[in-house]
Structure formats: structure tokens, C-alpha cells
């Protein structure tokens, strides 16, 4: 769990950068592939999400049944990960779950917002120590910053990228093929194959990783 004050940027702005996968290729850098597969509701919808790690890991990527909801000025979006007949586990990456993931974003006075982030992520495979701890004392704020930073620069992004395209915000928008909850199920770690990394030393960590 951490949390970051972003000022400069209103609870609204940082709920579009969130929700709009087309900007998210600009500022997140350790992603390789995002998409939507399809909606459930008007606030709810499946999406795939590919996740670049440390080489000499193995990437990860997710399938995930996501929501959200405006709370008044506030916004919150929680997703966890379900399984898809189209999508099943592919070779080239390990299937990690999402227990539970979610962003708690409170309006903070005028154009300034809060932040939260928590998130229980089973990443499978048998990781040695090193890569659990970098990821808790590192990954998770510098993505914060990275969120923040994406946040300032998004007004003028989409003011060139069809402004008026929020289907997060106006459902009419929304041309995504209907997911029935009946094709879904919860995804559960334990009948995902288990990769053992463990022996993987730091050292061979890739140097422009660090620096992602």
C-alpha cells in the first residue's frame, strides 16, 4: 500500500490517465501490451495487460476484470484477475494473478488530488528475495511518480488525441463487445504453472532496469 500527494493535477485528470489505455503507452514504460477485451456494465470491463520485468525474469502479463465508480469529487478503480477462454496462458509470458488491485483517487483541495494504491499481486513463479524486496521498496513508488508526472502533461496530450473520447466517463462512447460474467471465472494461483526462479542471482539484473 503507499500513496502520493499529486498536486497540480485534479482527481478527475489522474481518473482519465488511469482509465486510458492509449496515453498509458506514453508513460508506462515497463508495459509491452494493453488492451480492452470487452465490457460487463457501464462501469466494468476485461482487459489484458503485459508487464515488462527485470530480465533475466520472465515477463508477466494479467487478464482482469476491472471497475470503477465516481464518488462524488473522489474516484476509485479496483480490478482482480479472471480467466477467459480466448485468453488463456500464452508461452512467452507468465500469468500472474491479481488478488485484489486498486486506486483510491481524493480530491485534495482545488486542482490537487491524493493518490492510494494497494494492491495484493500473486506474481507465480518461485522468486528469489531480492526481486520481492526491490519490488516493494521501489517498483510500487517509482510508479507513483511516474502516474503524477503523467498527470500533469495529460491536458495537452488529449487536447491532440480526440479530446472528446472518455468512454470511461460516457458509456454511450463504448463500442467494446459485450463479456458475459457466465464466460468468465476467478482466476486462482494454484492452477497456474509455477516457474521456479529462484536461483536467478542480482547481479545479472539488466542495467536499464534499474533505471525504468
Excluded at 460487463?40 to 482482469?64: E, I, Q
Aim: hydrophobic share 30%.
Amino acid at each position: 500500500q503507499t500513496r502520493i500527494s499529486c498536486k497540480d493535477v485534479p482527481a478527475e485528470t489522474l481518473y482519465d490517465v488511469l482509465h486510458d489505455t492509449h496515453y498509458r503507452k506514453k508513460w508506462d514504460s515497463n508495459m509491452i501490451e494493453t488492451y480492452d477485451i470487452g465490457r460487463l456494465t457501464v462501469n466494468a470491463d476485461v482487459g489484458y495487460y503485459s508487464w515488462k520485468c527485470p530480465s533475466p525474469l520472465k515477463n508477466r502479463d494479467f487478464v482482469t476484470l476491472r471497475s470503477w465508480l465516481p464518488l462524488g469529487n473522489d474516484y476509485m478503480i479496483i480490478n482482480y484477475s479472471v480467466k477467459h477462454p480466448k485468453y488463456p496462458p500464452r508461452k512467452d509470458f507468465v500469468r500472474a494473478v491479481s488478488l485484489q488491485t486498486g486506486y483510491l483517487i481524493k480530491a485534495n483541495g482545488d486542482g490537487a488530488c491524493v493518490l492510494y494504491y494497494l494492491t495484493q499481486v500473486d506474481p507465480r513463479g518461485s522468486l528469489p528475495k531480492w526481486v520481492v524486496n526491490r519490488v516493494s521498496q521501489f517498483v510500487a513508488p517509482k510508479a507513483m511518480k511516474k502516474i503524477y508526472k503523467a498527470g500533469l502533461k495529460y491536458p495537452e496530450w488529449k487536447r491532440k488525441h480526440d479530446p472528446g473520447y472518455k468512454p470511461w466517463v460516457y458509456p454511450e462512447q463504448n463500442t467494446l463487445p459485450s463479456v458475459s460474467l457466465a464466460e468468465l471465472s476467478v482466476q486462482h494461483a494454484e492452477s497456474l504453472e509455477n516457474i521456479d526462479e529462484t536461483g536467478l542471482p542480482e547481479d545479472h539484473l539488466s542495467t536499464s532496469d534499474h533505471e525504468a
